[in-house]
């Protein structure tokens, strides 16, 4: 859709249905501090996300087009910028069933507040530490998000990082090894910054998760999702029996796990743990994106789409990612290595945020690095319960994935019907996920 100087100043982007407002006259504003010589002219608006991407916000990449002229000089200077404008769904049938305010509202705090304390603890710490020594690669502090303009309960506006070569990686493929160990390097510098900031300042850190609502595993939300899980937990028994019928005991432990699936999660999300962050809550494929060098290896990571943002165990994120992301196979050959990955980026960070109180903190390397495996035991089964929602997602193709961008006007009663069909290779996965977990003693 393209937009023109006068055009755009009768709130293009703002539709009946939806209170979000993007004009010329706000762009000027959003990018004139960074410019002050700028003029934006114009802007194209195009879809940022297809099918299968994304449910509960709607994603659109904008081209900006515009003007410099430096210390007033009549010479013109063309200037051009991409972004992503991330809005609440138009349709308030999507809004409602995905509750997408509330979850929007998790993101506007994560960029709004939770960041900039964040940033600023950073700097503080790296200066105290008095190094005097530049940062390493692997002792950088966590920054690897987009940069946001503007955050507001309607509306973010991000840096497209498709300018800076990021790419998402194949929704259906999943993350290989090499992929994996950079998430997870990233979410441990991330979590770090949770761990030693509530070392420090106890107080502020829980005016930070109290600022945070619980997007879906709160007991409060049990009624709205039961017939959802229902639909969930039924086709996950139906692919493992389908699979391994020959499986008998390991069928009646996965049903009664999942008698009782979203009142086990929502224990597992509000357990007090010594190593509660605040977690990302949607680390999957699709809010990962890379950046490679000439030789194709990973350059740098970035994590995307902070909604479900929540204050638990730093191992739901792990279990979330590693459960839904990766094959079977590769979990067999690298589940330890990955974590241990985690673990000594997570040494590393905390070493030079805590500085010589890392032992006070936790004891030893060793102690924590015991603490993680039996978080990660215990936070196992959240990994089979998420893994259930997102497979059949991730593993299916675009053509057969919801689409959120369909028109409806009626009010939600009760969460969408997803109505996303199990494949073959989503049966496998299922399978082998159901088996690894009882197998190993996790459900």
Same mark, same amino acid.
């Given at each position: 859709?393209?937009? +023109?100087?006068? @055009? ?33 002219? $114009? ?18 990449? =904008?081209?900006? *087009? ?6 007033? $000089?009549? /010479? ?15 349709? *308030?049938? *999507?809004?409602?069933?995905? *509750? ?11 960029? +709004? ?24 690669? #692997? ?25 800076? $070569? ?40 829980? /005016? ?9 595993? $709160?007991?409060?939300?049990? #009624?709205?999702?039961? /017939? ?19 499986? /008998? ?5 996965? #049903?009664?796990?999942?008698? +009782? &699936?979203?009142?086990?999660?929502? #224990? ?10 605040? !977690?990302?809550?949607? &680390?999957?494929?699709?809010? =990962? ?12 990571? !970035? ?18 990612? =590693? ?55 215990? !936070? ?18 675009? @053509? ?18 997803? +109505? ?5 290779? !989503? ?10 977990? =009882? ?5």
């Amino acid at each position: 859709m393209g937009v +023109n100087d006068s @055009e755009s100043r009768k709130d293009s982007i703002t539709s009946s249905t939806s209170s979000s407002h993007l004009d010329l006259e706000l762009l000027q504003r959003l990018f004139v501090k960074y410019e002050p010589d700028l003029t934006i002219d $114009s802007y194209e608006e195009a879809q940022g996300s297809g099918r299968g991407d994304n449910y509960t916000a709607a994603l659109f990449r =904008i081209a900006l *087009k515009g003007h410099t002229q430096p210390d007033g $000089s009549s /010479k013109k200077l063309k200037w051009e910028k991409s972004i992503i404008c991330k809005r609440l769904p138009d349709c *308030k049938i *999507k809004r409602e069933a995905f *509750k997408s305010e509330a979850l929007f509202r998790n993101e506007v705090v994560f960029y +709004n507040t939770i960041m900039p304390v964040y940033v600023e603890f950073q700097r503080r710490r790296v200066e105290a530490a008095e190094t005097g020594q530049p940062e390493s690669g #692997e002792n950088r502090i966590f920054q690897a998000i987009p940069q946001c303009y503007l955050a507001r309960d309607d509306l973010l506006v991000l840096e497209d990082l498709r300018v800076r $070569s990021f790419t998402m990686p194949d929704r259906q493929a999943g993350l290989g090894p090499k992929q994996l160990e950079a998430v997870l390097v990233e979410l441990a510098r991330f979590h770090a910054v949770s761990l030693a900031y509530k070392r420090h300042h106890p107080v502020e850190f829980q /005016k930070l998760t109290n600022a945070l609502e619980e997007g879906i595993f $709160s007991q409060a939300n049990a #009624e709205w999702y039961r /017939k959802y899980y229902d639909v969930l937990t039924r086709n996950a028994i139906q692919m493992v029996r389908q699979t391994v019928p020959e499986k /008998k005991d390991h069928l009646a432990k996965l #049903e009664t796990f999942l008698s +009782n &699936c979203f009142g086990h999660l929502v #224990e597992l999300v509000n357990r007090e743990s010594e190593l509660s962050v605040i !977690c990302h809550g949607d &680390c999957w494929t699709n809010n =990962i994106l890379f950046r490679y060098d000439d030789e194709e290896a990973i350059a740098e990571t !970035c994590l995307v789409d902070f909604q479900l943002i929540r204050h638990g165990s730093l191992a739901l994120d792990l279990a979330y990612l =590693i459960y839904c992301c990766t094959d079977g196979s590769l979990r067999k050959k690298n589940l330890q290595q990955w974590l241990q990955t985690y673990h000594q980026q997570l040494v590393r960070s905390l070493r030079l945020l805590l500085g010589a109180t890392f032992d006070e903190a936790f004891g030893s390397e060793k102690r924590l690095w015991e603490l993680i495996n039996e978080e990660f035991k215990v !936070c196992a089964r959240f990994g089979l319960g998420t893994a259930m929602d997102m497979l059949p997602i991730s593993t299916c193709s675009s @053509e057969e994935a919801p689409d959120l961008y369909a028109s409806g006007t009626e009010t939600a009663a009760t969460p969408p019907e997803l +109505n996303v069909p199990p494949n073959e290779l !989503c049966r496998q996965k299922m399978t082998m996920l159901v088996l690894e977990l =009882i197998d190993g003693g996790m459900l």
